[in-house]
């Protein structure tokens, strides 16, 4: 099996979400994350998501709460690759910040094909 890491998520509320990484693209959510939130008070539009926090990231996950579970890489950017991609945005060149999105779910896309997890 792949080595894999986790990206814990914060949600305004309090809420935790675990997103598992292929650890060779683990930062780059990380980091995508960041320029998101730097991003979004920039727009206009009125439908502008609240995005989860990117408060921690490593290799191990060993949860103990039975009721949670991981969100797999791929479908965690393919829902944010949506919702960005839904945003009326006018004024901020929101493109930029969906061709970062994309990047990240063709390199994803390639990893999980290359490893046969498709």
């Known amino acids: 099996m792949p080595e894999m ?18 650890a060779s693209h683990a930062y780059q959510l990380s980091a995508l994350n960041l320029r ?4 979004l008070s920039k727009l206009t539009a009125d439908n502008v998501p609240k995005l989860p926090r990117a408060i921690a990231e490593f290799r191990a996950l060993d949860l103990l709460d039975e009721n949670q579970s991981p969100i797999g890489g791929l479908h965690y950017i393919n829902e944010l690759e949506r919702t960005f991609s839904s945003i009326r ?8 910040l969906l061709t ?8 994803l896309e390639q990893w999980y094909e290359d490893e046969d997890m498709l």
């Open 100 to 107: 970062e999105i994309r990047a990240l779910q063709a390199q």
């Open 89 to 96: 945005e006018s004024e901020y060149p929101l493109v930029s």
């Open 36 to 39: 998101l939130h730097k991003e």
């Open 5 to 22: 890491s986790y990206i814990l998520l914060q949600k305004e509320q309090g809420e935790l979400e675990f997103v598992q990484m292929p």
